[in-house]
């Protein structure tokens, strides 16, 4: 006699964490969000740390008589310098976007289940959202009905998956 081991279905927010989901990569698959905490402090860290490598090398290229080092040290500081305000100001920018499409990723995050059997996801009674889609397709419907699908990562699946034009309810 066999067993059959029935996984049922579980709310998407435990199947990130639960069996399987480390083999199955369902905490990236089914994340309802960009994670953007520290991002800004990260890169300012890592923009400034250049900027003194650069300074360094004016600092050496005056000391030594050395006019390469000097303007080459210059222009790596200062490219350094306002490319790591640019790149904080954008992280700045893709979290206020995150924070502010978070109520509407969760609205459809939350109710949704997630089907071990079939490696599918679904709401119930069929709100906010109706049908059966992959993780992928989930993802992408919910970082795109929030605002922020432009910030998937290059490379994940989600970027770009096929959803169904019927599944948001009163849509069509």
Sequence with gaps: MSRVRWYGDTAVEQARTGEGAVRDGLFGRLEPGPNKFGDGWL????GMALTVVGVGLAYMGVQQGKPLYLVGGVLLALVCFFGTFSVVREDAREKAAAEAGAPRALRLWRPARYCYGCASVFCPDGEPWQGVLTPEQFKE???TEAGYAHQLPVG?????????????????
């Design 43 to 46: 890169h300012f860290a890592e």
């Design 141 to 143: 419907l919910v970082w």
């Design 156 to 172: 994940d699946k989600a970027r770009g998956a096929e959803v169904p034009t019927d599944v948001l309810l009163g849509r069509s």
